[in-house]
């Protein structure tokens, strides 16, 4: 089979992103498929420009001259050419696939909420507004459908005016090198990247610096958790560098001394990040699936997580959870009854945790990378056996 994945602009391609096309990309060519990955490269946006005039021309590059290149190009491919969609985001080059085999992968519904008004804790312009509109009625127009979590499949079900002719559900693939690992050798290679001593444990969090992943809730249950504790863990948040408002409720902790933001970690380091963890903390307010919570319970971390679709849906039984986080005003008072949970979880005995983490373990394997291709492999098969086109 021939499979096109069209991706974003070179410069619009996050991590998690990247890491998904290339998860697809390289899967279906080890199983003998004619595979390659399209994006709109920088031409116009490929000066010295500020930022804000640079972000305009990726645009131009992205929905006028890569529909052009693309119109050329796929002449030369056969009829029985798969393209996918690798994210709903991509919905506005909808129209180019319209008479072709294609499939769009639906991660998560964020920034379409908050345009229209359902998240409250991030408010959107009118051109946010406006192009937020755009990609969904892009989108609508597909026929098949995979998304990441039933929880994304729900969703779009809702924003959907017609029934698609599939809509399937095949969750995030798990990198194999996510798995337990010698607790004190991570703490010792952790410790040296920090520069202290790691080796009674520490608290971790992973994520970026986007609204839903919550990070200035997670410095709230941390200061909150040392308000109520004898303990003096310290907090390790891998990641982005802090952003202007994070950074401010990091400075307001009297904690701080013992929070580390680590940025540009290597994926050996995020491993061992961990491995050696006491306990994983991920309030976060949504998500499409939720990587950081699947890798923690694969490397053998008790995990606490938000009690909400899709945290809960991939944490399973495995995770231990806590309320949303309410808006701003509240979050002292859900913060302390958080850090309470966070307490008990650090206090669980050798017994105890080791059935949590075994429940992790166990949990994980439905996110095998074998498994998750052969799901995606039969959809693939079944779009390009359909008559429809």
Request: proline share 5%; with cysteine; hydrophobic share 40%.
């Amino acid at each position: 089979m021939k499979i096109i994945f069209l991706n974003h602009h070179e410069d619009f391609q996050s991590f998690s992103m990247v890491r998904y096309a290339s998860f697809l990309n390289e899967g279906m060519r080890h199983r003998g498929h004619n595979t390659e990955i399209w994006a709109p490269k920088p031409f116009l946006s490929n000066n010295n420009l500020p930022e804000g005039i640079k972000k305009w021309l990726r645009y131009l590059d992205s929905f006028v001259l890569f529909p052009l290149r693309f119109k050329i190009q796929s002449r030369k491919l056969p009829k029985d050419t798969l393209y996918v969609l690798i994210d709903q985001a991509l919905g506005m080059w909808m129209p180019l696939l319209r008479n072709k085999k294609h499939v769009v992968h639906c991660h998560d519904f964020i920034a379409l909420k908050s345009a229209l008004g359902q998240i409250k804790e991030n408010p959107t312009s009118g051109t946010g507004k406006t192009y937020q509109r755009l990609i969904l009625k892009g989108f609508s127009k597909a026929d098949n459908f995979i998304c990441i979590s039933e929880n994304t499949h729900s969703e779009l079900l809702r924003f959907l005016d017609k029934d698609p002719i599939r809509v399937e559900q095949v969750y995030n693939a798990l990198d194999p090198a996510f798995k337990p690992g010698n607790i004190e050798e991570a703490r010792r290679l952790v410790g040296n990247f920090v520069k202290q001593d790691l080796k009674e444990g520490y608290i971790l969090n992973v994520g970026g610096n986007g609204f839903y992943k919550n990070r200035i809730g997670v410095i709230a249950i941390y200061t909150a958790w040392r308000k109520q504790t004898q303990s003096s863990l310290p907090l390790l948040m891998i990641g982005y560098r802090p952003s202007a408002s994070i950074q401010a409720h990091f400075e307001a902790s009297p904690y701080k001394k013992d929070i580390h933001f680590l940025v540009q970690v290597s994926q050996e380091l995020l491993l061992k990040g961990y491995q050696g963890a006491s306990v994983f903390v991920f309030p976060s307010l949504a998500e499409g699936f939720g990587w950081p919570i699947a890798e923690a319970l694969a490397a053998g971390c008790p995990t606490i997580t938000t009690d909400a679709a899709p945290m809960n849906e991939v944490g399973g039984k495995a995770a231990t959870y806590i309320e949303r986080c309410p808006s701003y005003g509240e979050i002292p008072i859900w913060a302390a009854e958080s850090a309470k949970v966070l307490e008990a979880t650090l206090q669980m005995g050798t017994k105890e945790r080791a059935v949590m983490i075994q429940k992790g373990l166990d949990n994980a394997l439905r996110f095998k990378e074998d498994k998750i291709l052969d799901r995606l492999e039969g959809i693939y098969n079944d779009i390009m056996a359909d008559d429809f086109i």
